[in-house]
């Protein structure tokens, strides 16, 4: 069985990658024994989410996916997840600087969804003053083919950081802002159960849809740079804490990588 991947033995190659084309594919980055329990975690608490009757604005259900923001202070088991210290290790070292949590979120598409994710970038969504190293960890909770909503990336795409904000809905909207990431090639990574990618939050992506009989389970962790400040913009992670413009976004709903449990 193959190794796991840990900020130890990530190779300057993985680095590199990631830097020059702004995504980069880690196998196992958790253990089979996690995988199971993290699917079960994961799912059992979509599911339920998805399926109660409270109105919450955290919750999206929609054909591309089924989206859950933000839940890990209030479940230990998610928690585990999203502060796994050897998922954010390795993010650090990809980024190349101290990282604090922004927010995570599962992103289920159900089976058959017959929609992709379109072509986005992350960053111009997010509240930020600054978050030049901001950095998402996409992780499979089982097997994602192409034909399951794996994701696709344009590589270099992470150095367009003025466009505006882009729809997952609509694919157009990223090649009309630039129309020459129209002809950049494309590269899409199927991943193992265990297995993540790491995408920079300027870095395009997408996802296929899903076209199998079963869901196909995904969980993303992001972390923004320690130093990133709120710049006022309204978000759905930052609306409820009522803060100020300028402020930086730390404290216990952001918690530093160093302060991750220990493995
Ligand atoms: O999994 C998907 O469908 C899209 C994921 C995505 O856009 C992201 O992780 O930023």
């Known amino acids: 069985m193959a190794k796991q991947t840990t900020p130890d033995n990530l190779s300057a190659e993985q680095i590199a990658h990631y830097r020059e084309h702004g995504f980069?594919?880690?196998?196992?980055?958790?253990?089979?024994?996690?995988?199971?329990?993290?699917?079960?975690?994961?799912?059992?608490?979509?599911?339920?989410?998805?399926?109660?009757?409270?109105?919450?604005?955290?919750?999206?259900?929609?054909?591309?996916?089924?989206?859950?923001?933000?839940?890990?202070?209030?479940?230990e088991g998610i928690k585990r997840l999203t502060l796994h210290p050897n998922v954010g290790g390795v993010a650090e070292k990809l980024a190349g600087v101290p990282l604090r949590i922004w927010h995570d979120h599962m992103l289920i598409k159900q089976p058959h969804n017959n929609a992709p994710t379109t072509y986005h970038q992350d960053q111009p969504f997010w509240p930020h003053g600054e978050s030049p190293n901001s950095i998402s960890a996409w992780i499979a909770l089982c097997d994602v083919p192409v034909e399951k909503g794996c994701m696709t990336f344009i590589p270099g795409?992470?150095?367009?950081?003025?466009?505006?904000?882009?729809?997952?809905?609509?694919?157009?909207?990223?090649?009309?802002l630039c129309p020459e990431l129209t002809w950049e090639k494309r590269v899409t990574v199927p991943l193992k159960a265990g297995d993540c990618?790491?995408?920079?939050?300027?870095?395009?992506?997408?996802?296929?849809?899903?076209?199998?009989?079963?869901?196909?389970?995904?969980?993303?962790?992001?972390?923004?740079?320690?130093?990133?400040?709120?710049?006022?913009?309204?978000?759905?992670?930052?609306?409820?804490?009522?803060?100020?413009?300028?402020?930086?976004?730390d404290g216990d709903m952001f918690p530093a990588v160093n302060d991750f449990p220990k493995l």
Not at 158 to 171: C, E, I, N, V
Not at 197 to 212: G, I
């Open 24 to 75: 980069v594919h880690i196998p196992n980055i958790i253990n089979p024994e996690e995988v199971v329990e993290f699917y079960d975690v994961i799912y059992d608490f979509a599911e339920a989410k998805r399926k109660s009757e409270e109105e919450h604005a955290s919750v999206r259900d929609s054909e591309v996916f089924t989206q859950i923001v933000n839940f890990w202070h209030e479940d």
């Open 197 to 249: 990618t790491f995408h920079h939050s300027r870095c395009a992506h997408m996802a296929t849809p899903n076209d199998t009989d079963d869901p196909r389970v995904a969980h993303i962790i992001i972390y923004m740079d320690q130093t990133t400040t709120f710049s006022g913009k309204k978000h759905i992670v930052t609306d409820p804490l009522a803060l100020e413009a300028g402020v930086l976004l």
């Open 157 to 176: 795409s992470h150095r367009y950081t003025d466009l505006a904000p882009q729809s997952t809905r609509d694919g157009d909207k990223l090649f009309d």
